[in-house]
């Protein structure tokens, strides 16, 4: 199985984000910075770009904030069909499901 650009993208910044945690640079919270729980968050990104600029979230704030990358990414996706073919728009849906589903799992 290959890795996405954007895959690696990803798990490049968590990499880079791990090794300023491990270093002392980034205190790892105790605590979900979104819900409050206490638990070990996950490092998630907005923007890959940014290694260090990352949200503490427990997994269940994690999966929501996919799950709302997910919806922002279809909405975009409509917003644009006027300029792109409906076959690139059907291909676009179905990848867009597709990390839905996973997301789901
Ligand atoms: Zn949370
Ligand atoms: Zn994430």
Request: net charge positive; aromatic share 2%.
């Amino acid at each position: 199985m290959s890795l996405s650009v954007l895959q690696k993208h990803k798990r490049l910044a968590l990499t880079l984000l791990n090794m300023a945690i491990k270093e002392g640079k980034i205190v790892r919270p105790d605590k979900c910075s979104s819900c409050g729980k206490k638990c070990k968050p996950d490092g998630h990104h907005d923007d890959y770009d940014k290694p260090l600029k990352a949200a503490c979230l427990c997994k269940i704030c994690h999966k929501a904030r996919h799950r709302l990358i997910i919806t922002n990414l279809l909405e975009a996706a409509e917003d644009l069909i006027s300029q792109v073919t409906p076959a690139l728009f059907n291909k676009w849906r179905s990848v867009i499901r597709k990390a839905e589903k996973e997301l789901a799992r």
